[in-house]
């Protein structure tokens, strides 16, 4: 539990979301997302479907839902809710699929509780995830100017 200490936070366009990570519900994924921080991956990526009262996703190398990094994450789905501000994996039906994809909820989305898993959640900045430019995918797509790993 000593990621408990550790916080992550998003620069966008409009300013910081930090997030609250989970380790004990996903530990594998919170490395992992830990990990791809810290190498730089998410700097520069956009939020290629934001889907107001639905999700926020991101974390797509090629910006389109379609990429990846090759390294598939063992689900660890938990019965934590997803809940307005959860940080959650995205994957594709395989449920061991998820890879360096994630999505934020915008609004409570119970028919996602115990199918994806939950590894955060948003603490402070959701008003910046809520600016973000609507669409699938948006005109023009908002961007993790930053993203770090920091101690609490």
Not at 33 to 40: D, H, K, N, T, V
Not at 78 to 88: D, L, N, P, Q
Request: proline share 7%.
């Amino acid at each position: 539990m000593a990621d408990t200490e550790k916080k992550l936070v998003f620069t966008l366009e409009g300013g910081d979301v930090t997030i609250r990570l989970r380790p004990d519900l996903a530990p594998r994924h919170v490395d992992r997302i830990c990990e791809l921080a810290e190498q730089g991956f998410y700097d520069g990526l956009t939020f290629h479907r934001v889907i107001d009262g639905f999700v926020a996703q991101g974390g797509c190398p090629k910006g389109t839902g379609t990429g990846g990094t090759g390294k598939k994450i063992p689900a660890e789905f938990s019965k934590e809710k997803h809940v307005r501000g959860t940080m959650s994996m995205a994957r594709t039906m395989d449920p061991n699929s998820a890879d360096c994809q994630f999505f934020i909820c915008l609004d409570a989305v119970p028919y996602l509780d115990e199918q994806y898993t939950v590894w955060g959640e948003v603490e402070s900045g959701m008003e910046h995830v809520d600016a973000l430019p609507k669409g699938e995918p948006p005109r023009k797509p908002g961007k993790i100017i930053k993203a770090e790993v920091v101690e609490a």
